[in-house]
């Protein structure tokens, strides 16, 4: 596939089949994420890959973020009731999750004066090699959500629990992935190109 069909018709897919996903095909995700820029070379990304044997207590931890999130947001409770009911009929349900996270304790700087822009720098690398990600997926026929949700501390410290990760590692975020169960069109963007540029 063309990289720029691959841009221009990736969105976020977030009903999924239930069917099984291989063990190759995960990996050749994975190896598409890691070719992505690294900050310092550091490579400190972990991929946490919650299958079958984890996947229903994962969908229960992302319902309950985005419950936490549309909470937040204050969205009116007739919205709020249609929602979870979507996410009970399968919202969100994906074969495989995968959590991106990073290492903080594996740094190239030294003195604390450093230490946020090098977290910063590991959090900006995972993202690129989450977006590599997606995109291979689009062209394995895949669909992915970014679930933002589930880095809400009290959801992320239950990922950790499941993985067995220490306090050193930080999730960026976790990838539902799977075939599509429903057809999406790629999202319009509100903003035109001209509003978001800026030349100097
Ligand atoms: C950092 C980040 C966090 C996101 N978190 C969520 C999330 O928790 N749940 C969700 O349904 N979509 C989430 N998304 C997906 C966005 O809602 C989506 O990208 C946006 O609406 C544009 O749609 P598109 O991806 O189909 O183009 C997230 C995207 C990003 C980049």
Not at 172 to 191: C, Q, T
Request: glycine share 6%; aromatic share 10%; proline share 3%.
């Amino acid at each position: 596939m063309e990289l720029d069909k691959a841009i221009h018709t990736r969105c976020s897919v977030r009903w999924y089949k239930q069917e099984k996903i291989s063990k190759e095909t995960i990996n050749e995700l994975i190896a598409a994420g890691i070719r992505a820029p690294t900050a310092s070379g550091l490579e400190n990304w972990l991929f946490v890959i919650y299958g079958e044997r984890v996947n229903e207590s994962v969908w229960s931890l992302v319902k309950k973020g985005h419950i936490i999130y549309y909470e937040a947001r204050n969205i009116p409770p007739e919205k709020m009731e249609l929602l979870k009911r979507r996410m009970d009929n399968g919202m969100y349900r994906a074969p495989v999750y995968i959590g991106v996270f990073i290492n903080r304790n594996v740094r190239k700087l030294r003195g604390n004066e450093f230490a946020e822009h090098e977290f910063i720098m590991a959090v900006e690398s995972a993202a690129m090699a989450i977006q590599n990600l997606m995109l291979k997926a689009v062209e394995m026929g895949l669909g992915t959500c970014y679930i933002g949700v589930a880095c809400f501390k009290e959801i992320e410290r239950e990922l950790k629990n499941m993985a067995d990760l220490g306090d050193e590692y930080y999730l960026v975020g976790l990838i539902s992935v799977g075939y599509p169960a429903e057809d999406v069109e790629p999202r319009k963007r509100k903003k035109t190109l001209n509003e978001v540029c800026k030349w100097v």
